[in-house]
T-cell receptor, first 114, second 114 residues
């Protein structure tokens, strides 16, 4: 099965600054999808952004963007102009295009300092 | 649609007791996932179904765990007998159709085994 690795258990950023969360994955597949989810203290899982592996262009959603490096199997999330409401656990996820399997990394806890 | 509905939200049980967690996926979704979240292991995939059929249960910890999906609108995760190390938050998620769609999560069940 594919594995997803988030090497930063915790990250901290000053309000209005930019922070990058790292994610790497291991797969032998060429077609797949990648996601970043946010989990605030409410425990709800919220989709932040998605990326199709066949697309070279990096996905962007407002203040959130990704740096997708397919050859390196890397999928980092950049949060610009960080806000207090961005404080949460962030999970990177890999979804196989062949069998629907969807796996998550261990998560990164982001703290935003005022 | 009300989203993915899990019950109960919280469960406290004594070691050795049987525990049944329930999930109602979003209507029309054909994939259903069960995850377990702990501080140590993050978000682990336990089992997933496509069109009510279990596809991969390799994440189920041991024989004490079992999952069923008798129809498209209902799934259960059962632990028998329960142990203190099963204490965690259990999430159910569902998704529709193509694998580039995200999984929608329920609010989770916090299980405490004492």
């Amino acid at each position: 099965a594919q594995t997803v690795t988030q090497s930063q258990p915790e990250m901290s950023v000053q309000e209005a600054e930019t922070v990058t969360l790292s994610c790497t994955y291991d797969t032998s597949e060429s077609d797949y999808y990648l996601f970043w989810y946010k989990q605030p203290p409410s425990r709800q899982m919220i989709l932040v952004i998605r990326q199709e592996a066949y697309k070279q262009q990096n996905a962007t959603e407002n203040r959130f963007s990704v740096n997708f490096q397919k050859a390196a199997k890397s999928f980092s999330l950049k949060i610009s102009d960080s806000q207090l409401g961005d404080a949460a656990m962030y999970f990177c996820a890999y979804r196989s295009a062949s069998n629907n399997d969807m796996r998550f990394g261990a998560g990164t806890r982001l703290t935003v300092k005022p | 649609d009300a989203g993915v509905i899990q019950s109960p939200r919280h469960e406290v049980t004594e070691m050795g007791q049987e525990v049944t967690l329930r999930c109602k996926p979003i209507s029309g979704h054909n994939s259903l996932f069960w995850y377990r979240q702990t501080m140590m292991r993050g978000l682990e995939l336990l089992i997933y179904f496509n069109n009510n059929v279990p596809i991969d249960d390799s994440g189920m910890p041991e024989d004490r765990f079992s999952a069923k999906m008798p129809n498209a609108s209902f799934s259960t995760l059962k632990i028998q007998p329960s142990e203190p190390r099963d204490s965690a938050v259990y999430f159910c998620a569902s998704s529709f159709g193509a694998t580039n769609t995200e999984a929608f999560f329920g609010q989770g069940t916090r299980l405490t085994v004492v």
